[in-house]
């Protein structure tokens, strides 16, 4: 069964404005952490965000906000003021803490346009 | 953060070679590393877990003779493709954790594109 789940392939968003990339996840597991990266073209995975599934605040991170809302099993990643050298793929990935892999979405190529 | 080092950045081999990837901890020790495979615009997927000292745990489907995995020391892991061919070629990229040191987050190498030819 899929782990994680990101259902927007490609994203275009204007630059200087905010852009939600979704991301719901599926485990039984009470400790776990929710992660966000970022893949230009160049392949490096840059980490952005991360949240425990303890943390009651949402985590933030310059112009990146996780929107965590545990109920529904979602880590929606907020970039605001989006900026041209955000074009990237970016991934969702899930910690167990039974287990210290990742398991990754499928990505969302998220195209910023001046 | 803390630095992972993936060498080389890219190869290419001919169908037949054997082709090594090093991945190295630079400023921490690490007990366990990640190989991931991934192919263009896919994500990436997990082929095996390198622990120090003992036997690679590959994920299922992924051929252990074919892909050589050797962690003989806490900042070195490596991973061999062993008779490469075409359908081998793809990204290839290490993670790291500074465990047992702490740390949430993975830290990645810059990854290896090869190509079998």
């Known amino acids: 069964a899929q782990k994680i789940t990101q259902t927007q392939p490609g994203m275009f968003v204007q630059e200087k404005e905010a852009v939600t990339l979704d991301c719901t996840y599926d485990t039984s597991d009470q400790s776990y952490g929710l992660f966000w990266y970022k893949q230009p073209s160049s392949g490096e995975m840059i980490f952005l965000i991360y949240q425990g599934s303890y943390d009651e605040q949402n985590a933030t991170e310059g112009r990146y906000s996780l929107n965590f809302q545990k109920a529904r099993k979602s880590a929606n990643l907020v970039i605001s003021a989006s900026q041209l050298g955000d074009s990237a793929m970016y991934f969702c990935?899930?910690?167990?803490?039974?287990?210290?892999?990742?398991?990754f979405g499928a990505g969302t190529t998220v195209t910023v346009r001046a | 953060g803390a630095v992972v080092s993936q060498h080389p950045s890219w190869v290419i081999c001919k169908s037949g070679t054997s082709v090594k990837i090093e991945c190295r901890s630079l400023?921490?020790?690490?007990?366990?590393m990640f190989w991931y495979r991934q192919f263009p615009k896919q994500s990436l997927m997990l082929m095996a877990t390198?622990?120090?000292?003992?036997?690679?745990?590959?994920e299922q489907g992924v051929e252990k003779d074919k892909f050589l995995i050797n962690h003989a020391s806490l900042t070195l892991s490596t991973l061999t493709v062993t008779s490469a061919h075409p359908e081998d070629s793809s990204f290839y990229i290490c993670s790291a954790r500074d465990h047992p040191a702490g740390g949430t987050e993975a830290f990645f190498g810059q990854g290896t594109r090869l190509t079998v030819v």
């Open positions: 990935a899930m910690r167990e803490d039974n287990d210290y892999k990742l398991s």
């Open positions: 400023d921490f020790q690490a007990t366990t």
């Open positions: 390198s622990n120090e000292g003992s036997k690679a745990t590959y």
